[in-house]
């Protein structure tokens, strides 16, 4: 071990950033915290490069004096706390007086900023963590925030941050978060001086703000929540059941106006769906809950995302009943204008469907219910196949050995064919969150491929191409599964993987359901073609197809052995 040193304030300023800034999302959701907490009303956010070459945010707050804006960048100042008591009842975004001081040393920082009553305002220049230039400025009331060669000094950091566009999209996941539950704030974010979201102040509606944020095909198919006891309250919109997500990448939860992740009450939240919910399915939501200050902890994370509630079980209790009580007391019809994927699934129960027909003009497509058989096979429940084997006994999930047959199916004929695209009759608009619009512009080449085609306007994302084996599908929402599977790391190596989720989806579709009886022929016709089926041992998911039951097992189960 070598000798103590004194860290250099260097080389501590870079240690402290790594904690508050990251990358250009959280350093922007720092200094979004801070507008808000300065009372203002507009924030304007400039990019460049995805926030890699400039970060500047624009607001209309209380702004700060000469003063406070020599001091505001110095390590462990803040506004919002003086005591130790104060941490016990903290009201505001930020306090923990890092943020500045934290940015200001990985970059080249400019702070301006008027008060009200102030003939000029002020501005300060920092670089490296030190105080550069310090001038008046006329401005109008506010204050503006550039950060400039984020981690410029600094390569060894800089290296870990991936391209613009992954780093766009997180910019536009933090300002999404912020903006819908400060809808009476408005939002204006430009990168590269094209404008990306514009939110208005004529969105003070929550449901409005979340069918722009979100688009009208989330915010049509949720529900509004709003209980209180005491001084707990909670509201917001949670979804219907037919609106459920593969992940949780839709779920908003605040505290005290505050973005958190929590994960005891995102559980709380799914279990009092109940048999609502497939197992594997997420709610979408947007619930504030709000508290005393003294009743939880901001404190715990150097992100702020975590909280510690002093009666978890009390706010469990009762975000609980608040959910029981919307569920019941709200119309949860599906809306079948819209198909979801529970009615995709009613609906392919009793009909081959559209992408059936197609396929059949082009390969035998596979039909259980077409080859007569002798053998005998024994359905158990509608669901199991049985039959002996000359090891034992093989037990086989109907549904899961005719989607894998099919899935085999459609993979060979999506490798020999061209992935046609069909002309839509009218074009339609993609009707994303604003996040999700970025994930398809980034996913174009790849979309492009399997058929779907896009045309784009100054604001606007069109569909004009459909793969003609989805036309009769709800294709929207099989683009929405895409976007949703689309993750950190995304390459071309990674498209068969995409390619694979999409023929999973289509198989399943057109499946023979459990519960469906089949009569015998049907039975050994599906047995056939499954052991004439490549990698027929799990169903796309990774679900067993068959198991096999030995007669040595058998005679331990029967005390033979």
Do not use: W
């Amino acid at each position: 071990m070598g000798n103590i040193k004194q860290l250099t304030n260097e080389v501590i300023a870079i240690i402290a950033a790594g904690e508050v800034a990251e990358r250009p999302s959280q350093i922007l959701k720092e200094l979004i915290e801070n507008s808000l907490d300065a009372n203002s009303k507009n924030i304007e956010i400039r990019l460049e490069n995805s926030g890699l070459d400039l970060i500047s945010i624009t607001d209309d707050g209380m702004g700060m004096s000469e003063s406070d804006l020599k001091k505001c960048f110095l390590k462990h100042t803040t506004s919002k706390i003086i005591t130790k008591e104060d941490l016990a009842r903290v009201g505001s975004f930020g306090f923990r007086g890092e943020a500045l001081s934290s940015i200001a040393g990985v970059s080249k920082l400019q702070i301006q900023s008027r008060q009200k009553g102030q003939d000029s305002g002020f501005k300060v220049l920092l670089e490296k963590g030190e105080l550069i230039g310090q001038s008046p400025l006329g401005m109008p009331v506010g204050t503006t925030i550039r950060v400039e060669q984020l981690f410029a000094g600094v390569p060894a950091r800089k290296k870990f941050l991936k391209n613009s566009a992954l780093e766009l999209r997180k910019v536009l996941e933090v300002v999404t978060e912020f903006a819908l539950v400060n809808h009476t704030v408005s939002f204006v974010l430009f990168n590269n001086g094209k404008s990306l979201l514009h939110t208005g102040l004529g969105q003070s509606d929550l449901s409005q703000r979340v069918k722009y944020l979100l688009g009208s095909r989330i915010s049509d198919q949720l529900v509004s929540l709003e209980s209180s006891i005491d001084k707990l309250k909670i509201s917001g919109l949670i979804s219907k059941p037919q609106l459920s997500r593969k992940n949780n990448s839709k779920q908003f939860l605040y505290i005290n106006s505050r973005p958190v992740s929590d994960h005891k009450i995102s559980k709380i939240i799914k279990k009092t769906y109940g048999p609502l919910l497939e197992p594997h399915a997420y709610p979408v939501f947007v619930l504030n809950i709000e508290l005393e200050p003294n009743q939880l902890d901001v404190n715990i994370h150097p992100h702020k995302r975590k909280v510690e509630f002093v009666d978890i079980g009390q706010i469990l209790y009762f975000v609980q009943n608040a959910i029981e009580i919307a569920l019941q007391e709200n119309d949860l019809t599906y809306n079948f204008n819209q198909p979801s994927r529970q009615e995709l699934t009613l609906r392919d129960r009793q009909t081959i469907g559209h992408t059936r027909d197609i396929l059949k003009e082009k390969t035998e497509f596979f039909n259980v219910k077409e080859k007569p058989i002798e053998e005998e096979i024994i359905q158990i429940d509608n669901t199991y196949l049985i039959y002996p084997s000359a090891q034992g006994m093989v037990l086989v999930d109907q549904h899961a050995a005719h989607e894998r047959i099919l899935f085999e199916q459609f993979r060979e004929e999506f490798l020999i064919s061209d992935k046609n695209s069909t002309l839509l009759s009218k074009k339609v608009t993609i009707d994303l969150s604003i996040s999700d619009l970025q994930k398809v512009k980034d996913l174009e080449q790849f979309l492009s491929k399997m058929g779907f085609r896009l045309d784009k306007s100054e604001s606007d994302l069109y569909l004009t191409h459909v793969p003609l084996l989805m036309l009769e599908h709800d294709y929207l929402s099989l683009l929405s599964e895409i976007i949703d599977s689309y993750e950190i790391g995304f390459n071309e190596g990674l498209i068969d993987s995409q390619t694979i989720r999409v023929l999973n989806f289509l198989s399943c579709r057109n499946a023979i359901m459990a519960g469906e009886y089949l009569t015998m022929a049907e039975r050994k016709n599906l047995i056939e073609k499954l052991d004439n089926t490549t990698g027929a041992y799990t169903c796309p998911h990774g679900r067993p197809v068959r198991v096999v039951m030995s007669v040595y097992e058998l005679e331990k189960m029967f005390l033979r052995k």
